[in-house]
């Protein structure tokens, strides 16, 4: 692991990209963005280390990971836990490691209960609405750091 590496870690659902209510979400796979930010990360010098995981305590364990490790940044697209986890805005607040919230939906632009992030919270800056190229637009951002 190195000062170059970017944690993209990725909340509960998001393993069912491209199935799951592709008017909302797209078609795109995780894998499908997993292989456009590999390529992406490789031209800036970067790497990436992108996980997915539907359990809260995952994401918290791979935020304090990313910490010890000395990564550059953590894109973190929480999935609903944005709206739910204050462990995850501890987490953000307890590392020095920039995280970068990432969504591919709009949340402002949904139901209500979707408008509160904690993690945004903590987080140097939320990305979203651009669907796939969220995670592009956050990784520009983690290079720049």
């Known amino acids: 692991m190195s000062s170059n590496t970017v ?18 979400y797209g078609s ?7 292989g ?3 390529d992406r990360a490789r031209e800036l010098g970067l790497e990436i280390d992108m996980r997915q995981s539907n359990h809260e305590g995952h994401l918290v ?8 490790e000395g990564a550059k940044a953590i894109l973190i697209n929480p999935g609903a836990y944005t709206h ?3 462990a995850l805005l501890d987490a953000a607040r307890a590392i020095r490691t920039p995280v970068i919230e990432v969504h591919l939906s709009d949340p ?9 992030s904690y993690i945004g919270m903590a987080a140097r ?3 979203a609405g651009h669907g796939p190229h969220s995670y592009l637009i956050a ?6 750091l």
């Open 7 to 24: 944690y993209v870690l990725n909340g509960p659902n998001l393993n069912l990209l491209g199935l799951r209510e592709p008017e909302i």
């Open 28 to 34: 795109a796979t995780l894998d499908d963005i997993a």
């Open 36 to 38: 456009m930010l590999e």
């Open 61 to 68: 364990d791979w935020m304090h990971e990313a910490q010890a």
């Open 84 to 86: 739910t986890s204050i």
């Open 108 to 116: 402002m632009q949904r139901e209500a209960f979707r408008h509160i």
């Open 125 to 127: 800056q939320t990305v």
């Open 139 to 144: 990784l520009e951002a983690a290079a720049q």
